[in-house]
């Protein structure tokens, strides 16, 4: 076992395990026990973490890790994973998830050429390669010269055109795996990453190969300013942190350089009140984020997809404003309440996701209903601190101004509302604020956002 780049130790404890590790996610994907080679799993995960990975020279790698050397090679040198070791460099959830997916990849197309290919070479060649792919396995031997050389020149073909495909795969699942780690929070600092390393990487990259979560994800990855703007509310306060300075004349928040003049002079300003004192603020906690998603027949298709894409959003700013994120569907009744609080285990946000990519539009609309259901979490203290329910729907339902009005009014709660392609007059005159969208792009998302 010698691999082949420069400076692994390929013995280390921790790497061994790391390709173990890699094996186990990789078995469980595939829904099978996988047993290619260590090395081949190691070399490929560092190959994208590494900044700077160096092949060895051909003249030490033995003969029977060469295809395992050309596949190495060919990845070092591709414009395509330069690119995207743009994002997999010292990101061990990302390199992982494209480690697991381009062998998956890899393996699976050999399997097929090796089944369904019409020409005898290629299933021929594709067996081959498979078999010096394995643990233990070696080289085969016994062919003439003239049948060996026509043979090389089929496995290089089908190694090439397999090897390009299991990339093209794992470029798309690695990116989707970072567009939904930036999305869940993993790069604000003081945050941390919602990814339990490699322990959640099956989970992650089954959810990034969900298609309406990749439609998603790339929606939200072109929006260089989410979650950059957030919220802070800041109040007055005598034992606050330093903020800036002031005139006046609290003694207590007095520039130690005032102390210094004169005592006339010192009397006289503070007699005007000019004495040069400390600001001080403390932050303000911000309550959670409570959100109503209509989920009723009408929804469905883009309408839902861009809601998703905002409740997405909105987790985003909850966590990075660290806050609890609360969520509820409903269509003519609500549904159970999902929560995840500001310093939730990475599982609990994924659930939260899964579920939500695989919510489908369905049923009618009772809007009231939701927002009453909302109110009755707040009053029963299902959920603390909420100061705003945002409501997204499409709905032209009758709304029961009174009632709501009295449950919002109990709940001391306010009332977002963002009306989806339509116009709602009861909805309008219930809410505080009042937004419609109708072209469902990054602009009326990030309005919904920064309301």
């Known amino acids: 076992m010698t691999g082949s780049l420069r400076g692994v130790d390929y013995f280390d404890p921790i790497i061994v395990y790391r390709g173990e590790r890699i094996r186990s996610i990789l078995s469980r994907v595939m829904g099978r026990?996988?047993?290619?080679?260590?090395?081949?799993?190691?070399?490929?995960?560092?190959?994208?973490?590494?900044?700077?990975?160096?092949?060895?020279?051909?003249?030490?790698?033995?003969?029977?890790?060469?295809?395992?050397?050309?596949?190495?090679?060919?990845?070092?040198t591709s414009e395509t994973v330069e690119r995207s070791r743009n994002f997999t460099i010292a990101n061990s959830t990302v390199s992982l998830a494209f480690t697991v997916s381009y062998v998956q990849n890899l393996i699976e197309e050999l399997e097929r050429v090796s089944k369904t290919s019409q020409s005898r070479e290629e299933r021929e060649a594709a067996e081959q390669i498979l078999r010096e792919l394995k643990e233990g396995e070696g080289t085969t031997s016994g062919n003439s010269e003239k049948q060996s050389q026509r043979f090389s020149e089929s496995v290089k073909r089908v190694l090439k055109q397999a090897h390009e495909k299991a990339m093209a795969k794992a470029v798309e699942d690695a990116s989707a795996v970072k567009n939904l780690e930036r999305i869940l929070g993993g790069q604000s600092a003081g945050t941390g990453s919602v990814f339990a390393a490699d322990s959640d990487v099956y989970e992650v990259l089954k959810l990034a190969r969900n298609s309406d979560m990749r439609k998603i994800l790339e929606f939200l990855s072109g929006i260089p300013k989410i979650g950059m703007t957030t919220k802070k509310r800041r109040t007055r306060y005598v034992r606050g942190e330093l903020y800036g300075?002031?005139?006046?004349?609290?003694?207590?928040?007095?520039?130690?350089?005032?102390?210094?003049?004169?005592?006339?002079?010192?009397?006289?300003?503070?007699?005007?009140?000019?004495?040069?004192?400390?600001q001080k603020e403390v932050k303000e906690a911000m309550?959670?984020?409570?959100?109503?998603?209509?989920?009723?027949?009408?929804?469905?298709?883009?309408?839902?997809?861009?809601?998703?894409?905002?409740?997405?959003?909105?987790?985003?700013?909850?966590?990075?404003?660290?806050?609890?994120?609360?969520?509820?569907?409903?269509?003519?009744?609500?549904?159970?309440?999902?929560?995840?609080?500001?310093?939730?285990?990475?599982?609990?946000?994924m659930k939260m996701v899964e579920y939500l990519s695989k919510v489908r539009g369905g049923g009618g609309t009772d809007i009231s209903r939701a927002i009453i259901?909302?109110?009755?979490?707040?009053?029963?203290?299902?959920?603390?601190?909420?100061?705003?329910?945002?409501?997204l729907?499409?709905?032209?339902?009758?709304?029961?101004?009174?009632?709501?009005?009295?449950?919002?009014?109990?709940?001391?709660?306010?009332?977002?509302?963002?009306?989806?392609?339509?116009?709602?007059?009861?909805?309008?005159?219930?809410?505080?604020?009042?937004?419609?969208v109708y072209k469902l792009d990054q602009a009326d998302l990030l309005r919904v956002i920064e309301a």
């Open 33 to 76: 026990e996988v047993k290619v080679k260590t090395t081949l799993l190691t070399d490929t995960y560092y190959v994208h973490y590494l900044p700077f990975p160096i092949l060895k020279l051909k003249d030490d790698i033995s003969p029977d890790e060469g295809m395992e050397y050309s596949l190495i090679e060919s990845m070092i």
């Open 245 to 278: 300075y002031e005139r006046g004349i609290d003694l207590e928040r007095i520039v130690p350089s005032e102390l210094a003049l004169p005592e006339e002079l010192f009397y006289v300003k503070f007699a005007e009140g000019e004495l040069l004192l400390y």
């Open 287 to 349: 309550g959670p984020i409570y959100l109503l998603l209509d989920k009723s027949g009408s929804m469905d298709g883009e309408k839902i997809l861009w809601a998703k894409a905002v409740a997405l959003a909105l987790y985003n700013r909850a966590r990075k404003e660290n806050r609890d994120f609360y969520l509820r569907f409903f269509d003519n009744i609500p549904y159970p309440l999902v929560k995840v609080s500001k310093n939730a285990k990475s599982r609990d946000a």
């Open 373 to 391: 259901a909302a109110c009755e979490d707040i009053k029963e203290g299902h959920v603390k601190g909420v100061s705003e329910v945002i409501i």
């Open 393 to 436: 729907t499409d709905g032209e339902d009758k709304i029961a101004e009174t009632t709501v009005r009295r449950s919002l009014k109990e709940a001391n709660s306010t009332l977002i509302s963002v009306m989806i392609r339509g116009e709602n007059a009861d909805l309008k005159r219930v809410s505080d604020v009042y937004l419609a």
